[in-house]
Structures are given as structure tokens and as C-alpha cells.
């Protein structure tokens, strides 16, 4: 298999504070994982491309100082939401690739953040 | 510059009836496609993919896509529907010369099969 898990899967934080989401690949090596942002009814926004070892790669208009992203391991990468607002709740998605298995992007369960 | 059109933001069907969800794709060199399903508040549950070979792939769960170059087109069908095949379906492309691995996701399609 190929599973990713996200941590936490929900998480309610108060304006100003910051919040780490954890993406982790269990039973695979990731060289590269993704992180998107769902609003309601939506479709995937691409916010950044995490490869390990490198700063990540930030779509644009992604503020790279306010979505924080580190991939520290093959299995590891986090997202942590710096000084959160209102605005910044939604629904954020992870996925990771299989090194040495390119074609597949494999997605965790997804992380409900609500700014309060 | 790549993209991803799913041209309807609903489908309905009755259940035991047959599906389709439509997608069209641009997109520069050979294309990458896949087709994903996301239940509420889950991530994405991958469905089926074409890379090369034949044009139809069959996937999970009875669903099958067919990959028309002519068209640009990668419709995903299944011939009987479920009421559990309620859910919301993305498409997406990368290019085959894409070193990223990025894709690009067409804007969801809610399938709704009632009883």
C-alpha cells in the first residue's frame, strides 16, 4: 500500500496563534509532497511543492513566511499556519510521491482548520 | 498553459443507471491523467490513472476511463451507479515532460445517484 496520514485532523486555534499540520507517509520514502488548500465544495489548490533536504517551492500568491512548510525527513513533512486568521480556516490536503515511482500522487486524509 | 475543464458542476443518476463524469485536458507534451473521488471532509481517494497503452483503463470500485487524444478528453463511466458512488470527482493532468510531479485539478464534479 501507499497510505499518508495527516496530523491532527481537526484543530481549532484562536487568531494569532500558529498551528503545525503533519504529514507523514507510513509505509513508503516520499521525495516529494505537496500541500493544498480546499475551500468548501471546491477544488485542490496547490500551495506548495516540498521536496526533502530543499526549501520548498510556493505557488504564487502563497506567502512562504505565513505557511511555513519543512520535509525534515522521506517521511516527514509539516506545514505549520503562522499567526492565523479567520481567513486562513479551511481544509488542508497533503499528498506525497513514491520515490521511484512517479506517476501517483498519494493524498493523506486531511486536515479542518478553524480559525477562531 | 495546462489545464483541467470538468464541465459539469453536478451529475444526477439513478442508481443501476449508467455514469459518466466529463474531463478535458490541455496540456503540453503527453498527458498524465487520473481521476480521484473525495467523500465528505476525506482527502482524495485515488480512482484510476492513464499513462500510456491502452485508451480504456479500468479502475476501482467498477469505474473505467476512456482517453481520446482527438478529444482531449479522459470521461470517467461505469456502467451501473451505486448510491455509494455519491461523492465528489476530480480530474487531473500532469505533462509527461513535467519534472515536478504538479497537478493540475479540474474544479470537481458531485455526482448525486439517487435510489
Known amino acids: 500500500g501507499a497510505v499518508v496520514s495527516q496530523h491532527p485532523s481537526r484543530v481549532i486555534c484562536k487568531s494569532g496563534t500558529s498551528v503545525k499540520i503533519e504529514c507523514r507517509s507510513l509505509?513508503?520514502?516520499?521525495?516529494?509532497m505537496f500541500w493544498y488548500r480546499q475551500f468548501p465544495k471546491q477544488s485542490l489548490m496547490l500551495m506548495a511543492t516540498s521536496n526533502e533536504g530543499s526549501k520548498a517551492t510556493y505557488e504564487q500568491g502563497v506567502e512562504k513566511d505565513k505557511f511555513l512548510i519543512n520535509h525534515a525527513s522521506l517521511t516527514l513533512s509539516t506545514l505549520t499556519v503562522t499567526s492565523a486568521h479567520p481567513e486562513d480556516s479551511s481544509f488542508y490536503i497533503c499528498?506525497?510521491?513514491?520515490?521511484?515511482?512517479?506517476?501517483?500522487?498519494?493524498f493523506g486524509p486531511g486536515t479542518r482548520l478553524t480559525v477562531t | 498553459a495546462q489545464s483541467v475543464a470538468q464541465p459539469e458542476d453536478q451529475v444526477n443518476v439513478a442508481e443501476g443507471n449508467p455514469l459518466t463524469v466529463k474531463c478535458t485536458y490541455s496540456?503540453?507534451?503527453?498527458?498524465?491523467l487520473f481521476w480521484y473521488v473525495q467523500y465528505p471532509n476525506r482527502g482524495l481517494q485515488f480512482l484510476l490513472k492513464?499513462?500510456?497503452?491502452?485508451?480504456l483503463v479500468k479502475g476501482s470500485y467498477g469505474f473505467e476511463a476512456e482517453f481520446n487524444k482527438s478529444q482531449t478528453s479522459f470521461h470517467l463511466k461505469k456502467p451501473s451507479a451505486l448510491v455509494s458512488d455519491s461523492a465528489l470527482y476530480f480530474c487531473a493532468v500532469r505533462s509527461s515532460t513535467s519534472n515536478t510531479g504538479k497537478l493540475i485539478f479540474g474544479q470537481g464534479t458531485t455526482l448525486q445517484v439517487k435510489p
Open positions: 499528498s506525497a510521491i513514491k520515490q521511484g515511482a512517479s506517476y501517483e500522487q498519494y
Open positions: 496540456v503540453s507534451g503527453n498527458p498524465y
Open positions: 509505509d513508503f520514502q516520499a521525495t516529494t
Open positions: 492513464y499513462i500510456t497503452g491502452d485508451n
